[in-house]
Structure formats: structure tokens, C-alpha cells
């Protein structure tokens, strides 16, 4: 199933030589010329008539030069019976645009979507600030989620924003709105050495910094959040720079023009464009810039085409990216004038959804990046988190506090020990304790295991000898719902990258001997959890996987002690108030034996 962007695939003028509209129709070319059954789904505009699904098939018939067949209807039975129909084709579902479902990311709706479904593919980028059924919720019931080429060029250029290895580098921002936007300087004064304010938000900036404007384009909302932008940006040392004039209209009069400078613009006239002098102080202050990224509009009160102030900007920025000075523009208006007014020997990135971008400005994670399986690659130096980095290494999935991995790091210098862990808080208190107790074979990340664990430890130097997965609780509040992170990926990533045969030793100082410890280690405090997921491992383990310590008789046999003789705060709390754990053992065997598995997750 592939998550479409109808914002790109659906425009009258769908242009395939434009970079994001190649990308979004090549990925459905691609699976479909690589045999794969193709069901599109997204949502669009029902305002005018030819957009109904019939009609958006025709569409995308004639675009792709393939039949598309449009399918009335949502429901299980239907998407189940996707497997008797013809290859040849590719199906469109109805439009999701007015399905409360959709909206509410209501699980069943997605359980609905995902029938039938077995790898689902996101190439809608313009929603992952959002949380629907048709991004988000579909990713818990498909085997394989991942980005389709258009969203994994977007994703690129996303993460780019962040990269500060050109400078200087300079943030052209427009819009308005900034008591919704303010969250978002933090990050960009953490990067930027210039900001050069371009629209609305540049009166409530001016007023901050003590300028006479006229108080009806004052957000007075925002009165603070603009002092705040303004004592943030002289403790960072980064340059402000507003606008020094503006062409205006008298309102009596919508012919008449006249530039006023922005102290002083008279009762009566409305700013409706860059005035010539605020053009030449942003032409001057890029000169020497080695990145700029504009996000936002250059729009005002009343912003017609009475001037060419903002085909002005876009020239200056079209010369610039002639010398080596990376631009990228964020947001639908900015991008359409860029491509009307470039010309074809420039290179500037553009993505057209500006609140997406926002959404990542403001350190927010987005739903429909997170969702996908290894969305976002980990790019991690093991040379500067361990000081032995070709030790063997121990995973522990969903480390929690980290009291048990930075007990074992203690005790066994000899091996390297990483926790992945959700709650990125509690991961930045981990990462103080190993600095503070100088830990050099301890770390952790703050990641979705189950989406980035492949991605994570494929890049390892050594080998992967024990992963441990305590205790499972993603879904906090719903004990019954506490499997849900052990999804047929991760255990098939297990599976895949641990080592053969591999033995983690542990020295039992009370019985003065040296066990052997087989390779994952899998407990719980809620039995239902411990079945379930000693089901999950027998059946999604590609045969890989044998039980240990006979435990193979039947589903009742459990480990009676820790085999390591270090306890996760949560066992303690358990056995404290005299509960049960239940623990099992699995080890890699090399003699792979044949399994077959449904395609179910």
C-alpha cells in the first residue's frame, strides 16, 4: 500500500520533470514494475467534482501510463480479496478526506486499511507532522513499513536544516503567526549566525527591538515571545535584520503606491511589499553566505502584485546559489515563485510544506517519521562512545532507567553495553551517569527499537553476543497491550545480526564457576506478556532461535533465577513484594532450520 501525497501527484499542472513529482510517481512505477500488487490510497479536495475517485484514477492513468482502478468502499473483506485481482493494475481507495476515522487515527480503521496490506510504504511527506490512520496507525499492523523516494527526499533535506558545516549560514524567515512559531528560534539560533525577518512577523520583531510601527500589525499575543527572540538572538551573537521600508497602499485609494520607510508609515496606507532599501540590505548582508534557507511567505495586509519586491528576492537568492551557497526554500507560495522565476543553471532545494518544517524547527518529533521502519538512519561513531569498539556487544532493549546495563558495564569491561530506550528523558539522565562515573563501554540512545534496531546495530564493528528485552511496557497504562513493541521486525533483526554460537559468559562468584549464557534473555512480570512473547520469538525467529535451559516443555517452564546476578529496578520492585518473573533463555544456533511464517505481524 502506498501512502500518496495528492499535493504533488494531484496538481493540474503535474509537471514529472519537477524532482518531487518524479520522485512520487517513481515510486509507484517502481513497485509496480517490480511485481508487486500497488493500492494507493491519500486524501484530496472533494470541492469540485472531477476530484472523485473515479475521476482522480483517470487522472492518475493518464500520468503514470497505467491503468488505475479506482475501488469504492473500505473494508477487510475487500482489501483481503486484493489477492485474486490482476497484477497488471494499480487499485486506488476512496478518499480519506472525510472519514472522521482517518483523523482520529482510530486503530480499527487502520486494522481495516492494513488488511491484506503486507509492506506499507509512506510517501505522503506534507502529513508526517500529523497523527492518521492512514500514516501512523497502519505502521502497528503491516510487516514492513518504509519511505517512499519522494518522502525520503524531503526527510534528506529535513535533516540538512540541521547540518551547521557551511557557514555562515543565514534563516530568511516570512509569515506570520510567530505566538505559534517562537519554540522554533531556539533551534535556529542554535545554528544560524543571521536572521532577516520578511513578512508580517517582521512588525511584531521591529517592535521588540523599539521601533516606532503601527500598532494594528503588533500581535500583542506575541509581545513577549518576540522579546524573547530578540534577548535570545544578542546572547547567541546572531544578527537581526528587518525590513528598512516597505511599498505601501493608501486604503482610500488602491492605486496609489508609495514607499514609506518602517518608522514611518502613515494612517491610511497598508505595506503590501519589500521596499528597494530593505532589498539591497538582504542582498548585501548574503553576499558572503555559504547557506540560507527561506522559510515562510513574503506577504502582508494585503499583499497583490503591485510590486516585483519579492521576484526581486528570489533573483538574488537564484544568483547565489550559482556560487556555491546552499539555499533551500520551505513552504507552497516561496517554492512556486522559485520555480517561475529561476533560472536553469541554479540548484535550490525546496520543500512546499512550510508546518511540517515548523513542527521539526520546534524539536518535535514527527509521527509519520517515527512510524516508518529505519525513517530516520542512525549515523552513530562507535570510535567516540566506546574506547574498545570491536568488544562484543549487549543490546538491551527498553533500558528504562539503565541501572541494569550500567551494573553490567561496571562489571564487565571486557564487553561493550548499549540501551535503546523510547523516553528520551530518561535516556539524557543515563548518558549523565555514564559520564559522571566515567563509563567508556556504556551507552544509549533515545530511538523507537523496534523501528531503528537494525539500522543501529547492523553499522556495530563486533559482534552482537546478548540481547535482553525486561519487563515491555511501550503502551504505559495498558498492561494488556505491553507485547506490542516485540513487532515481527525487530525479532527478525535479532535474529538476523546475532552472532552464531556466540557465548556471554557470566562468572556465578557463589558457586565459583563460569556459566555459559545463551544469546537473548526475555522476562516479565505479567505471564500473558512472558507467553506471548516466547511465542513471538518461536515463530518469528526464521528457525534461528532455540530455547534454552529446557524450557521447551511446553509454556510453562520458566528460568528461576537471573542467570546475571544483576537486577533492572523494576525485577527488584517485583520480588520485593514477593511476585513472580518469568524468564526465558534463546540461543543462535548456525544450523538454521526451515520455517514457514504467515504474513501476519
Known amino acids: 500500500m502506498v501512502r500518496f501525497d495528492s499535493n504533488i501527484v494531484l496538481k493540474k499542472e503535474c509537471n514529472q ?98 488488511s491484506g496490506v503486507d509492506i506499507f510504504v509512506n510517501d505522503s511527506f506534507s502529513n508526517s507532522h500529523k497523527v492518521l490512520a492512514s500514516t501512523v496507525g497502519i505502521t502497528r499492523f503491516c510487516y514492513a513499513c518504509i519511505a517512499g523516494f519522494h518522502f525520503e527526499e524531503k526527510l534528506c533535506l529535513l535533516k540538512n536544516v540541521a547540518d551547521v558545516s557551511r557557514k555562515p549560514y543565514v534563516a530568511i524567515i516570512g509569515g506570520g503567526k510567530l505566538y505559534e ?5 531556539q533551534f535556529l539560533a542554535s545554528r544560524c549566525q543571521g536572521f532577516v525577518f520578511v513578512g508580517m512577523m517582521s512588525f ?51 492605486k496609489q503606491l508609495q514607499v514609506f520607510p518602517s518608522h514611518g508609515i502613515l494612517d491610511g496606507w497598508v505595506p503590501v511589499d519589500l521596499g528597494p532599501l530593505s532589498l539591497d540590505e538582504i542582498g548585501f548582508m ?44 520551505i513552504g507552497t507560495m516561496a517554492c512556486q515563485l522559485v520555480r517561475q522565476e529561476k533560472s536553469s543553471l541554479s540548484f535550490i532545494n525546496m520543500v512546499e510544506n512550510a508546518s511540517v518544517v515548523w513542527e521539526f524547527l520546534k524539536g518535535r518529533k514527527l509521527p509519520g517519521v517515527t512510524a516508518i521502519d529505519r525513517a530516520f538512519p542512525f549515523e552513530i561513531n562507535w570510535n567516540n562512545i566506546y574506547s574498545e569498539p570491536a568488544q562484543s556487544l549487549v543490546v538491551d532493549i527498553g533500558s528504562g532507567n539503565g541501572l541494569f546495563l550500567l551494573e553490567m558495564a561496571r562489571r564487565r569491561k571486557d564487553l561493550n553495553f548499549l540501551g535503546l530506550e523510547i523516553n528520551e528523558k530518561l535516556v539524557l539522565r543515563c548518558l549523565d551517569s555514564v559520564h559522571q562515573f566515567g563509563i567508556k563501554n556504556g551507552y544509549f540512545v533515545a530511538t523507537n527499537a523496534t523501528s531503528t534496531f537494525r539500522s543501529i546495530v547492523s553499522t556495530y564493528p563486533g559482534k552482537l553476543v546478548l540481547v535482553s528485552i525486561q519487563c515491555p511496557n511501550p503502551d504505559f497504562n495498558k498492561p494488556e497491550h505491553r507485547w506490542r513493541m516485540l513487532q515481527r521486525s525487530l525479532i527478525e533483526a535479532v535474529a538476523d545480526l546475532l552472532a552464531p554460537d556466540g557465548k556471554f559468559e557470566v562468572i556465578n562468584i557463589e558457586a565459583y564457576q563460569i556459566i555459559d549464557i545463551d544469546q537473548v534473555f526475555l522476562q516479565s512480570d505479567v505471564e500473558d506478556v512472558a507467553i506471548r512473547m516466547k511465542e513471538q ?31 533492572s529496578d523494576w525485577e527488584r520492585h517485583v520480588l520485593e513484594r514477593g511476585a513472580p518473573m518469568y524468564r526465558m533463555m534463546f540461543s543462535k544456533s548456525s544450523d538454521i532450520r526451515e520455517v514457514s511464517v504467515a504474513n501476519d505481524v
Not at 512559531?181 to 528560534?185: C, G, T, V
Request: hydrophobic share 40%.
Open 181 to 185: 512559531k517562537a519554540a522554533s528560534f
Open 286 to 329: 548574503l553576499t558572503n553566505c555559504k547557506k540560507i534557507i527561506w522559510i515562510g511567505p513574503v506577504k502582508f495586509v494585503d499583499s497583490r502584485k503591485h510590486t516585483n519586491g519579492v521576484s526581486k528576492l528570489v533573483k538574488i537568492l537564484d544568483q547565489l546559489s550559482q556560487s556555491n551557497c546552499e539555499i533551500t526554500v
Open 204 to 254: 511584531q520583531i521591529m517592535h521588540a527591538l523599539g521601533v516606532s510601527v503601527p500598532v494594528n500589525l503588533v500581535d500583542h499575543k506575541a509581545l513577549n515571545e518576540a522579546l524573547d527572540i530578540v534577548r535570545l538572538a544578542r546572547d547567541r551573537n546572531v544578527q537581526i535584520l528587518c525590513p528598512k521600508d516597505f511599498w505601501c497602499r493608501n486604503k482610500c485609494d488602491p
Open 537 to 567: 520469538f518461536l515463530r518469528y525467529g526464521k528457525g534461528k532461535l532455540d530455547l534454552e535451559h529446557g524450557q521447551c516443555n511446553g509454556l510453562s517452564g520458566w528460568l528461576e533465577e537471573n542467570p546475571f546476578g544483576v537486577r
Open 17 to 114: 520533470k519537477t524532482q518531487s513529482v518524479f520522485d512520487a510517481l517513481f515510486t509507484i512505477k517502481y513497485l509496480h514494475e517490480a511485481g508487486a500488487k500497488v493500492i494507493l490510497v491519500s486524501d484530496w479536495n472533494m470541492n469540485t467534482s472531477e476530484l472523485h475517485t473515479e475521476s482522480v484514477a483517470d487522472f492518475l492513468s493518464a500520468v503514470l501510463q497505467i491503468q488505475v482502478v479506482p475501488l469504492q468502499g473500505i473494508s477487510c473483506d475487500k482489501l483481503s480479496r486484493m489477492k485474486g485481482l490482476k497484477k497488471e493494475n494499480i487499485y486506488l481507495l476512496e478518499n480519506l478526506s472525510n472519514i472522521k476515522e482517518e483523523v482520529a487515527n482510530c486503530l480499527k480503521f487502520a486494522r481495516v486499511l492494513s
